[in-house]
């Protein structure tokens, strides 16, 4: 949706990933530019609250609200790879002496520094996405225990059929719902557990070096040239179980 198109969305419904209707769009706030900036969203429970612009995905008249945890996680586990690869990088050249201990040591400090940080807001997506899988784990049994008493009053007459089927057809589309969003949530945790372990994305090899020619020169040239650096681990998701399988 363009620019100009954005109010057009006031008071439209906002969903999030799994299709559940979480609020409606209440205004937008500008830059003094004219740059959308934020967006306030009145939720179900009637409170207001500004979102970064890049929390929403418009498509039409669908809106739809990405998390602050799926936004972070995706960004952490882009950069934590890429901070250490520097990292290694800057090492790899010191070692060749190719740069003063001095400017290693600069760098590196803030290297080591930008990690540390990543690192604690990654444990802390992970703590987060932790409580929301307990939060759809609950709502999955609530469900479940839902769906066990309808069929009972079903089985002794108490429910008519049309109820029956329009009551079961609702739960079962909000069971679908929570069992999406918790293991989302489950893959979001393993993905951001994995880099922290170490077993960060891997990257691009480096382009291999050109083939030596028979030439005293440039043969001494190649024996002298940097090594490659070292390949960062596989990535290995592991998908963690919950108390209940989806």
Excluded at 37 to 63: C, T, W
Excluded at 98 to 115: A, G, M
Excluded at 123 to 128: G, P, R
Excluded at 221 to 228: D, I, L, R, S, W
Aim: proline share 6%.
């Amino acid at each position: 949706m363009s620019n100009s198109n954005l109010f057009l969305s006031i008071g439209k419904p906002v969903k999030n990933e799994y299709g559940r209707v979480i609020g409606k769009i209440a205004s937008f706030a500008l830059t003094p530019s004219g740059k959308f900036d934020a967006v306030y969203i009145e939720f179900g429970d009637g409170q207001f609250s500004k979102q970064p612009m890049e929390s929403l995905r418009f498509n039409g008249p669908e809106i739809t609200f990405i998390t602050k945890i799926k936004n972070t996680a995706s960004t952490l586990c882009d950069q934590i790879p890429l901070i250490w690869r520097k990292d290694e990088a800057l090492k790899d050249l010191a070692d060749k002496k190719k740069i003063t201990p001095e400017v290693y040591q600069d760098l590196h400090n803030s290297f080591s520094n930008v990690l540390t940080q990543l690192k604690k807001d990654a444990q802390i997506i992970i703590e987060e996405a932790t409580i929301e899988i307990e939060r759809c784990q609950e709502e999955i049994s609530s469900l479940s225990y839902a769906i066990a008493n309808l069929e009972i009053e079903h089985e002794i007459g108490k429910v008519d059929e049309e109820n029956y089927k329009s009551a079961f057809a609702l739960l079962q589309d909000t069971l679908r719902r929570a069992s999406a969003e918790k293991a989302d949530y489950e893959l979001t945790k393993s993905k951001v557990s994995s880099v922290l372990l170490g077993e960060s994305i891997q990257l691009p090899p480096k382009p291999a070096a050109a083939a030596p020619v028979p030439n005293k020169v440039y043969a001494e040239q190649v024996t002298n040239a940097p090594t490659k650096l070292p390949e960062p681990p596989v990535v290995v998701y592991v998908k963690e179980i919950g108390k209940a399988g989806i």
